[in-house]
Every structure is written in C-alpha cells, then in structure tokens.
C-alpha cells in the first residue's frame, strides 16, 4: 500500500483516497496512551504533558523502580494550572481523573528532595478507551456474534494477564535492584572490615609499644 | 488449527494518533465531495496530517540535554519508536509546527551496554531496533543540532512514543495483506498478545534465575567472609599477644 503514491498536482483515485483515509483514522484512532521507564536524577525535576479532551477519562500508575528510599514526589496539573492531585515521597500509585477542561495536562516526578541518590520511575499514562482494531468495528449495526463477543472476552482477560505480568516485572525488578546492591555492599564492607581489622590491630600493637618506649629512666629502676 | 501467519511482536499500547478536528466522520463528509481537485487538496491533507500529527505525550528538553528511556523487554521482541521536535522561537514565544535542519541522535544500548542502534534522524524520526538479549535496553535521545547554539537557551519539545509487544501491530494492515475477515482478525490479535505473555514469562524465568544467583552469591559472600574474619580476628589476637609478651620480655618487665 502506497499513501506516497499521491503526488501534488494530480488527483488521487477514490480508493488510494480511502486507504489514505484508513490509515489516517487508524492513526487518530489509537489508544492514546504512553507507557515509559526513564532515569530522574537527584534534585531534579522531569514533566510530561498529554492533551486530553473534555470528558475523557486518563489514569496514571506510576513506581520507582530503584534508587534511594524507592519513593518519588509526583502532581498532576489541569491546563488552568490547578492541581489536581499530589504525593509526596510515594513508591507507587495509581490515579485516574476525568477531564473537565480540555488542555493540555502536566504530570511531573520530582526527586528534589533527594541529594545523591537518582531514581527510575516507571509510569504508564492511559487516555480514553481503547478503540477497536479496525476503525469500522466500532459502528456496527448488528450485535456481535457469540464467536465475536467470546473474542472480545478473551481480549480483555489478555488484557488483564499482560498488565499484571508488568505488575510482577516492575515488583521482581525492584527486588532484584535491592539484592544486587545487598550483594555488592557486602562484599564492600567485608573488605573494608577486613582492612580495619588490620589496621586497628597494628596500630593498638604500635600504640602500646609507644608508651614503654619513652625515655623515663623508671622501668629500668629495678638493676640498681 | 492455524491458519494465521504471525506478524512479529511488538510490545504495549500505541500512543496517540493524529488528532482530528471533528472526529473521524467529519473527514468522511468532506471526501464525498467529489471534485478531483478537491480530493487531491484532501489527499495531501490527509497525508500531512499523517505525517505531522500530534504525538500525544510530550516533554521538553534543553539544548544539549540527553534523555534516557529504558525498556525492559524479553528477547526477539520489536521495539518502534517515534518522535517529533518542535523548537522554540524565542520571538514569538510559541513552538514552531515544524523546524527542518533540527536534528536528533538516538542510541540504543542492549542491557550488557553495547551499542545496537547509534543513528542520527531529522526533527521527525521513527526508530526500530530488536532485542537479541532479553533485560533492560536504553534508549537516549539528544539533540546535536548546530542551529540550535544560535538561540540561546534553546528548548525543544519532543513528541514521543515507543511501542513494543503485539499492541503496536498495524491490524489493519495486517488485515489487508493477509485478506483476513474481521473475526479471523480478532484471533490474530488474540495470537499475538498469548505469545506476547509467553515470552514474558520465558523472560521472567530468566529473571528469577539472575535473582536467585545473586541471593546465593549474597549468601556465599556473607558466609566466607564472616568464617574469614574471624579466623583473622583470632589470629591478631595470637598475633598481639605474642608480639607483646617477647616486646615485654625484651624490655625485662615480664
């Protein structure tokens, strides 16, 4: 298919005009929705913005994945600058809200309280419901067969099992972040012990040679 | 009894499409029409809408700043991303539509840090890597456009959107090439998100299995080195005490 078939100057045929139509509402039909992992480094602050339309419903689930105390300031602004809503220091939520302005809406991470520790926060922005596959599923006349509605059944219980397979992965992935770091700092402070252990010992030997090595005539008090 | 052949994976939700004033009938009204003049102004409506429609989720970035994503995918899975800047114009205090000779470079790590995809595109990109190891793989977007040192303080706004797993197929063109009913469509998409789950799984085996290699590693370490420590704390002791004990008799006060 080759919506680049139409050149400037020369007419389309109806139907290259309907596959470029097609495409296009398959385009403006998609599941407006974003879902992304990204690196918040320490006292810093990142935003995303998203237009939604008036009336429709957005969620927003969020989690820190690792970094410091695993827990994150976030807050969500309507395109008039209120807020609608805020947390601070959480590890996960989720939040859903349905537009009353349509705008432009800002959720923003915050990791400001934070000094040295960066953070990586997984969140996943969903807007609207998600639209059929074809874009003329949606204006049908008939009802759905039982084959059809058993298929959109199993759609959604897919739907279901994928999301808290991303559930488990974000919680294994957090755990395993927390025991990797459990293992290197082991390692770390054995070592470092090990040093001390060395060093204490020699200097407590050196220490106290140091105070019977004086020149004071007094331990030698016992030949005369 | 499959008669389907499988598009390959790609992951998760799509992100948004072109917005359209009026909604999706609106553009049906203006196409019967009819004049050819008319549709051929609507074709290269369409396709620029196509081309330039908004990506929903944006955020913004300063000139020389890099930002990084990270998709945590199992092996063989598809990953299509697709983003849009917009520079600021300081003068008129808005963001231009479109600002040619802006460009982005985009470099994709796999999760032991080499290098898949290292490419630079113009102000409006789509990228696609696979993963041949399953694990966390970077993604970092940065902006190495020389216009941009002419505006001081430049910003720019990206659109993006990155897909990977079944949700980012393209069913209806799937349904075109295969010549597939609606209802065979319907189990294709079943298909695809039943193998997506399987390959998650086969990934989270994979892991559980890092995870418990790191706990009895933890556990090895702490074991070995606790026996160690002790054995050297009891020999300083011994160490100390007869190093003393011939220091003292050397100073004739034993």
């Given at each position: 298919m080759g919506p680049a078939g139409a050149r400037p100057g020369s007419p389309p045929s109806p139907p290259l005009l309907l596959l470029l139509l097609l495409l296009l509402l398959l385009r403006a039909a998609r599941p407006r929705g974003a879902e992304l992992t990204f690196e918040l480094p320490d006292s810093a602050k990142q935003c995303f913005h998203e237009d939604v339309e008036r009336g429709a419903k957005f969620s927003l689930d969020y989690q820190v994945i690792t970094g410091g105390h695993y827990d994150v300031d976030c807050y969500v602004e309507d395109p008039l600058g209120k807020t609608i809503y805020r947390e601070t220091k959480k590890?996960?939520?989720?939040?859903?809200?349905?537009?009353?302005?349509?705008?432009?809406?800002?959720?923003?991470?915050?990791?400001?309280?934070s000094t040295f520790s960066h953070k990586t926060v997984y969140f996943d922005f969903q807007v609207g419901d998600e639209p059929p596959i074809l874009p003329d599923m949606g204006n049908r006349v008939t009802a759905l067969t039982q084959m059809e509605s058993?298929?959109?059944?199993?759609?959604?219980?897919?739907k279901t099992v994928i999301d808290s397979q991303t559930h488990y992965r974000l919680r294994e992935a957090q755990d395993r972040a927390r025991a990797e770091e459990l293992n290197s700092r082991v390692s770390y402070w054995s070592v470092g012990e090990t040093v001390a252990l060395f060093l204490v010992s020699f200097s407590q030997v050196l220490l106290l040679k140091s105070f019977f090595t004086e020149k004071r005539p007094a331990p030698r008090v016992a030949h005369s | 009894m499959r008669t389907l052949r499988l598009a390959p994976l790609r992951r998760r939700d799509w992100g948004a499409g072109a917005r359209?004033?009026?909604?999706?009938?609106?553009?049906?009204?203006?196409?019967?029409?009819?004049?050819?003049?008319?549709?051929?102004?609507?074709?290269?409506?369409l396709l620029a809408l196509c081309a330039a429609g908004a990506r929903g989720l944006y955020f913004h970035i300063g000139e020389t700043e890099k930002r990084?994503?990270?998709?945590?995918?199992?092996?063989?899975?598809?990953?299509?991303?697709?983003?849009?800047?917009?520079?600021?114009?300081?003068q008129k205090e808005v963001f231009l539509p479109s600002?040619?000779?802006?460009?982005?470079?985009?470099?994709?790590?796999?999760?032991?840090?080499?290098?898949?995809?290292?490419?630079?595109?113009?102000?409006?990109?789509?990228?696609?890597?696979?993963?041949?190891?399953?694990?966390?793989?970077?993604?970092?977007?940065?902006?190495?456009s020389t216009r941009m040192s002419l505006f001081a303080g430049g910003r720019l706004r990206v659109h993006l959107d990155i897909q990977g797993g079944?949700?980012?197929n393209n069913y209806p063109e799937i349904a075109a090439k295969d010549k597939l009913?609606?209802?065979?469509?319907?189990?294709?998409?079943?298909?695809?998100?039943v193998e997506q789950i399987q390959k998650e799984q086969d990934y989270q085996r994979y892991r559980e299995e890092r995870f418990r290699l790191t706990s009895e590693s933890t556990n090895q370490r702490v074991l070995w080195w606790s026996i160690a420590q002790t054995v050297i704390l009891i020999l300083t002791g011994i160490w100390q005490m007869r190093h003393l004990k011939s220091f003292f008799e050397a100073k004739k006060l034993v």
């Amino acid at each position: 298919m080759g919506p680049a078939g139409a050149r400037p100057g020369s007419p389309p045929s109806p139907p290259l005009l309907l596959l470029l139509l097609l495409l296009l509402l398959l385009r403006a039909a998609r599941p407006r929705g974003a879902e992304l992992t990204f690196e918040l480094p320490d006292s810093a602050k990142q935003c995303f913005h998203e237009d939604v339309e008036r009336g429709a419903k957005f969620s927003l689930d969020y989690q820190v994945i690792t970094g410091g105390h695993y827990d994150v300031d976030c807050y969500v602004e309507d395109p008039l600058g209120k807020t609608i809503y805020r947390e601070t220091k959480k590890q996960y939520d989720s939040f859903t809200h349905r537009a009353e302005v349509k705008g432009v809406y800002q959720f923003c991470f915050s990791n400001e309280f934070s000094t040295f520790s960066h953070k990586t926060v997984y969140f996943d922005f969903q807007v609207g419901d998600e639209p059929p596959i074809l874009p003329d599923m949606g204006n049908r006349v008939t009802a759905l067969t039982q084959m059809e509605s058993a298929c959109v059944t199993i759609h959604e219980a897919l739907k279901t099992v994928i999301d808290s397979q991303t559930h488990y992965r974000l919680r294994e992935a957090q755990d395993r972040a927390r025991a990797e770091e459990l293992n290197s700092r082991v390692s770390y402070w054995s070592v470092g012990e090990t040093v001390a252990l060395f060093l204490v010992s020699f200097s407590q030997v050196l220490l106290l040679k140091s105070f019977f090595t004086e020149k004071r005539p007094a331990p030698r008090v016992a030949h005369s | 009894m499959r008669t389907l052949r499988l598009a390959p994976l790609r992951r998760r939700d799509w992100g948004a499409g072109a917005r359209m004033r009026g909604g999706p009938r609106a553009f049906v009204g203006r196409c019967r029409g009819g004049w050819r003049r008319a549709m051929g102004q609507l074709a290269l409506l369409l396709l620029a809408l196509c081309a330039a429609g908004a990506r929903g989720l944006y955020f913004h970035i300063g000139e020389t700043e890099k930002r990084c994503f990270i998709e945590e995918i199992p092996d063989e899975t598809m990953v299509i991303g697709n983003y849009r800047t917009q520079m600021w114009d300081k003068q008129k205090e808005v963001f231009l539509p479109s600002t040619p000779g802006l460009g982005m470079h985009v470099e994709v790590k796999d999760p032991e840090g080499k290098v898949v995809l290292s490419r630079q595109y113009g102000s409006e990109g789509r990228f696609t890597f696979t993963s041949h190891t399953p694990g966390d793989h970077q993604i970092c977007l940065h902006s190495n456009s020389t216009r941009m040192s002419l505006f001081a303080g430049g910003r720019l706004r990206v659109h993006l959107d990155i897909q990977g797993g079944e949700h980012a197929n393209n069913y209806p063109e799937i349904a075109a090439k295969d010549k597939l009913t609606e209802l065979q469509l319907r189990a294709r998409q079943l298909l695809d998100q039943v193998e997506q789950i399987q390959k998650e799984q086969d990934y989270q085996r994979y892991r559980e299995e890092r995870f418990r290699l790191t706990s009895e590693s933890t556990n090895q370490r702490v074991l070995w080195w606790s026996i160690a420590q002790t054995v050297i704390l009891i020999l300083t002791g011994i160490w100390q005490m007869r190093h003393l004990k011939s220091f003292f008799e050397a100073k004739k006060l034993v």
